[in-house]
C-alpha cells in the first residue's frame, strides 16, 4: 500500500506514521505467508497501531513493513489486481507513484 493518509475508513490504521502535507509518501509491504494464522496476526498488528502500539517482532507470521519515499516503484511478476483510492484498475504488474510536495494549494473559506 501507498499513501499519504493513514486512517482508512471505518478508523482502520494503516500507514500510522503518514503526515498528509509532509512531501512523502508511506508504504506499507504486507506479508500473510502464514495463511489464516499470518492474517489473524495481521490483524492484531493493524488494530495495535490504530492505538499506537507496534510489534517489531522478526518471527512474525503476518506483518507489516514500513517505508517512506518520495517516488516508490513497485513490481510483481505474473500482476496482481491494484486499486487506486479503493476503485479497481485491474491487473499490474509494475505501479509507480511519486508525490510532488507542495503542488495541490487548498484554500477555504
Same mark, same amino acid.
Given at each position: ?28 509491504? /504486507?506479508?500473510? %505467508? ?5 492474517? @489473524? =496476526?495481521?490483524? *492484531?498488528? !493493524?488494530?495495535? $497501531? ?21 517516488? /516508490?516503484?513497485? %513490481? ?5 489486481? @491494484? =486499486?487506486?483510492? *479503493?476503485? !479497481?484498475?485491474? $491487473? ?18
Amino acid at each position: 500500500m501507498i499513501g499519504n493518509c493513514g486512517r482508512l475508513p471505518g478508523g482502520i490504521t494503516l500507514l500510522p506514521d503518514a503526515v498528509i502535507d509532509d512531501g512523502v509518501l508511506d508504504v506499507a509491504a /504486507v506479508d500473510t %505467508r502464514g495463511g489464516l494464522a499470518g492474517w @489473524a =496476526q495481521l490483524f *492484531g498488528e !493493524v488494530v495495535m $497501531q490504530g492505538f499506537g502500539v507496534r510489534s517489531e517482532l522478526p518471527a512474525k507470521i503476518g506483518r507489516i513493513d514500513h517505508a517512506k519515499a518520495r517516488r /516508490v516503484r513497485v %513490481r510483481v511478476e505474473g500482476g496482481e489486481q @491494484a =486499486q487506486v483510492d *479503493g476503485d !479497481v484498475i485491474g $491487473q499490474a504488474v509494475e505501479l509507480e507513484a511519486r508525490v510532488d510536495p507542495g503542488a495541490l494549494v487548498v484554500r477555504s473559506g
